[in-house]
Nanobody, 119 residues
Framework: QVQLVESGGGLVQAGGSLRLSCTASGTIFSISAMGWYRQAPGKQRELVATIISGGTTNYRDSVKGRFTISRDNAKVYLQMSSLKPEDTAVYYC???????????????WGQGTQVTVSS
């Protein structure tokens, strides 16, 4: 009963900027962490950035200084700047969510949004 919906993807020139958004909705008791992953054709899905309750953030080395993750309740954002062709991928939103008190949390995924960076 939990849904994560991403938006904000598109086609941009190298050096440009893009802001991704993700909204979690449905039966939600609490969200302990949210993050962004990406997957390019023929490659493994990889972690881009995460943000934990309390505000602690983590980024993969290749995006440090260029990407910023932020969270507002059930929404998570990824501000991307100085984009490079190698950033081209489908970007997926992820969240660790409890749907009710007294149960373990589970991970949920959005449907993905395409980001294409041209040379």
């Amino acid at each position: 009963q939990v849904q994560l919906v991403e938006s904000g993807g598109g086609l941009v020139q190298a050096g440009g900027s893009l802001r991704l958004s993700c909204t979690a909705s449905g039966t939600i008791f609490s969200i302990s962490a949210m993050g962004w992953y990406r997957q390019a054709p023929g490659k493994q899905r990889e972690l881009v950035a995460t943000i934990i309750s309390g505000g602690t953030t983590n980024y993969r080395d290749s995006v440090k200084g260029r990407f910023t993750i932020s969270r507002d309740n059930a929404k998570v954002y990824l501000q991307m700047s100085s984009l490079k062709p190698e950033d081209t991928a489908v970007y997926y939103c992820n969240a660790n969510i409890k749907t009710r008190v007294g149960i373990n949390s589970d991970y949920y995924w959005g449907q993905g949004t395409q980001v294409t960076v041209s040379s």
